[in-house]
């Protein structure tokens, strides 16, 4: 817009400005010419024909009808013959100043009281020294209606062209745009929850259907590639369980061997203690592995999760009795949700257990909780067609700058703690795997030293709703047991 405000602006200055130079250019052409054969014709003749013969010839030539142009000659300051008076504006030529005999020839402009008027003198020496000045002048009000009329036009119509430029260029745009808008928010959403989906060809014939297409070819292989590397994790983490699960019962068989030596006896304490660690990675990790597979399947149904949760930390009492936790669970009834009971269940326990072992058992030991009693809270709760399961603690807590990062794999935040408690760093990375599944959210939010609140969001199932009723995409989702997303 700023630039075809700039190119009419131009174009009508150019306009304007060439068209006054013209037309003051011809009014002046038109009085020279006049002044000119005035002296050529008759003043010239002055020495042979006397005065009274040249007026004579003068005034026959030019009428004294008004006009807008007027022709005066004049000597002294006195006035030997002009035409009438300039009519349409009226203009008296008694207002306009009598050239002194001195005065150069040449243009100049008058202001009268009717108008402005452009005349051109042409002295004219006699034979007797007298000086005759010729005026031919013409009244400019007729240039300057042109001229205004042409500047009202060019405004009016720089101003809608611009109006309409502006406007046609935005829907123009907007069109053309519109596909790259479409194909920017598919964009932003795939890879989201998974990179199964691709983004829509728009038939525009040009680069962006080319673009699309090689970008759609671009997620294939990624998705290629990760599909393999997933499974390739999958695989391993099965492969390792195998030999893990032999070299256990061969240690456990070595170590009933009678008349051991300490020493040897306690090698293979601790041998059995790491291969226990290994197993409950390579496990955790095939867990996870598959569920990015999509090899594992959910048995999805209508359950109870305030039961469930209610059972599950009961079941867990004994581990926070061990510690001389306090821990409590508090439920409304009822709350039920579409989802895999254990899989469900093992979110709790790794909530549950992280909560337990993060958790400092009497504050006297602990200089960061002086003063509290170490204890863990279960609530189930109802938000907005959700339903809200929280773990919260009073333990450790986690730094701000770490926080973002503990549902990544293998991340231990504390990791001395972590692993003396037999931890991985796969606890919530399961869990938010499974909830993901579940089309929920999980979130956490912890003060380093003032404890930790996890938070797992899970859609409700809606009232009146059961799983044979189940809105159509869930039916066939409970009919086919739908394959888990990845994380
Ligand atoms: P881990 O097996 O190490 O517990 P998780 O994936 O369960 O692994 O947790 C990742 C990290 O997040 C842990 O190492 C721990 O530092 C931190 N964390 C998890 N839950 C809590 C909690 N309730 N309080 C303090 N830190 C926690």
Redesign the pocket.
């Known amino acids: 817009m700023g630039l075809l405000a700039v190119a009419l602006s131009v174009f009508s200055i150019a306009i304007y400005g060439g068209l006054r130079t013209y037309l003051n250019q011809s009014l002046q052409r038109g009085l020279a010419a006049t002044a000119n054969t005035l002296v050529r014709d008759f003043l010239a003749k002055l020495p042979q024909k006397g005065e009274t013969w040249v007026l004579g010839e003068i005034r026959e030539s030019y009428a004294a009808t008004a006009t807008d142009h007027f022709v005066r000659l004049s000597v002294d300051g006195r006035v030997l013959y002009q035409t009438s008076d300039m009519h349409d504006p009226t203009i008296q030529l008694s207002d306009l100043a009598l050239p002194a005999s001195s005065s150069p020839g040449g243009y100049h402009r008058q202001r009268a009281k009717g108008g402005r008027v452009l005349v051109y003198l042409q002295p004219f020496t006699g034979p007797d020294g007298r000086v005759f000045q010729v005026e031919a002048g013409t009244s400019l009000y007729a240039v300057t209606q042109t001229l205004r009329w042409l500047e009202k036009i060019l405004v009016l119509a720089t101003v809608v062209i611009l109006v309409f430029a502006t406007l046609g260029g935005y829907f123009l745009m907007e069109h053309a745009l519109r596909p790259l808008v479409t194909l920017t928010e598919k964009a932003a959403n795939i890879g989201r929850t998974r990179l199964g989906e691709r983004l829509p060809v728009i038939p525009t014939r040009d680069e962006l259907e080319r673009l699309t297409h090689s970008l759609n070819s671009m997620i294939d292989r990624m998705e290629q590639s990760l599909d393999h590397n997933r499974r390739f994790s999958a695989d391993a983490s099965h492969e390792l369980r195998t030999p893990l699960t032999i070299m256990r019962g061969e240690l456990e068989e070595m170590l009933r061997i009678d008349d051991l030596p300490p020493e040897a006896v306690g090698n293979l304490l601790s041998t059995l203690d790491e291969i226990d660690r290994m197993s409950r990675i390579v496990n955790s990790l095939m867990a996870i592995t598959r569920l990015d597979a999509g090899g594992e399947r959910m048995n999805l149904e209508k359950i109870d999760l305030s039961a469930i949760v209610e059972a599950t930390t009961e079941h867990l009492r004994l581990l926070a009795d061990e510690k001389h936790l306090l821990l409590g669970c508090s439920s409304e009834p009822e709350i039920v949700v579409f989802g895999d009971a254990m899989r469900l269940k093992q979110v709790i326990v ?1 909530l549950v257990v ?2 337990i ?3 400092p058992s009497d504050a006297s030991t602990e200089g960061d909780a002086v003063g509290r009693h170490g204890s863990v809270l279960v609530t189930v709760s109802t938000t907005d067609g959700f339903a809200k399961l929280q ?1 919260t ?1 009073n ?4 730094s701000e700058e ?1 926080l973002p990062r ?2 990544d794999r293998f ?5 001395a ?2 692993r003396d ?9 399961i869990v938010k795997s499974i909830v993901t599944a579940h089309e929920g959210s999980v979130s ?1 939010e ?1 003060v380093l030293g003032q ?2 609140t ?1 938070t797992v969001l899970l859609p409700l199932l809606k009232a009146g709703q059961t799983v044979g009723s189940a809105s159509p995409e869930e039916a066939a989702v409970s009919e086919k047991q739908i394959r888990l997303q990845s994380v």
Do not use: E, M
């Open positions: 790794n992280n909560a072992k993060y958790t773990v603690d333990g450790i807590g986690i770490t503990v549902f991340y231990r935040a504390d990791f703690r972590s408690a037999g931890g991985v760093g796969l606890g919530l990375a956490i912890s404890g930790s996890v």
